[in-house]
């Protein structure tokens, strides 16, 4: 039992990781250890620690806790965990079957790094044009997208600090729309600017935080409303330093 309890917190942390909102793991881990004998379980979970405790029938009680420190977006891998859950509740599987299934997922290569750069430039382009920039506003957000995408990875991989690494992209993506203003390639920094820091905004992590709060988990909900705005402040704290720096950008 406590192999099974093992293999069911390496799925609920992974889909922790994959930005799964609270109440979905908790309840896929109730209908994971139901399926797999025990007859009560008790699950406490937030955004980064995870508590699981299971009782079998001749009354022996289990217990185990994760810490997490990773977060992230991947909703194909979230898929195909719901997909194993499903799997597990449906079909009788060991503890060696579940290692494997799962190993199996975390195998599977995730987007490449050169189409994330590719599209965090197209989002940036098509949102300097959405909010009224010209199409050098729009050739120079795709640059700043890119440049922006790349300091995320590199700071995730080297400081694992995400709302540093959102200070970061954000300080560059204003710095390079400034640099261009004084290079008169572009005649407002406004649109290039807004463009570019759009992928930086917590939108997924605010909605789940909303849905965590609707749904009764009040201290997950909490958390991560409080990680979305402190994001936010760094995105905005990045463009106020270069600013400041510059004497005032704004035109």
Not at 16 to 29: F, K, N, P, Q, T
Not at 31 to 55: E, K, Q
Not at 147 to 169: E, P
Request: proline content about 1%; charged content about 20%.
């Amino acid at each position: 039992m406590n192999e099974l309890l093992d293999c069911g917190l390496d799925i609920g942390e992974q889909m922790l990781i994959c930005g799964g909102e609270v109440h979905r793991v908790e309840d896929s881990l109730k209908r994971i250890f139901h399926a797999l004998g025990a007859s009560r379980i008790d699950v406490f979970i937030i955004t980064s620690s995870m508590i699981v405790t299971i009782h079998t029938a001749n009354g022996e009680a289990f217990t185990q806790t994760r810490r997490i420190t990773d977060t992230g977006i991947d909703f194909e891998r979230l898929h195909r965990l719901n997909a194993l859950s499903r799997k597990i509740c449906c079909t009788k599987m060991t503890a060696a079957d579940i290692k494997r299934e799962l190993s199996r997922i975390m195998a599977c290569k995730s987007y490449p790094f050169w189409l994330e750069c590719i599209c965090h430039a197209a989002i940036a382009g098509c949102f300097t044009l959405f909010f009224g920039g010209g199409i050098i506003e729009a050739a120079v957000s795709l640059a700043a997208g890119m440049i922006v995408r790349l300091l995320v990875i590199l700071s995730d991989r080297t400081v694992k600090n995400k709302i540093f690494s959102k200070f970061i992209a954000s300080f560059a993506a204003t710095a390079l729309a400034w640099i261009a203003f004084r290079l008169c390639i572009i005649p407002d920094v406004n649109k290039v600017i807004i463009g570019s820091i759009m992928a930086l905004l917590p939108g997924i992590g605010l909605t789940n935080a909303l849905r965590d709060l609707l749904v009764g988990d009040s201290i997950a909900g909490l958390l991560r409303t409080i990680e979305a705005c402190i994001t936010a402040l760094a995105i905005a704290a990045g463009y106020f330093i270069l600013a400041m720096i510059a004497g005032g950008i704004a035109v």
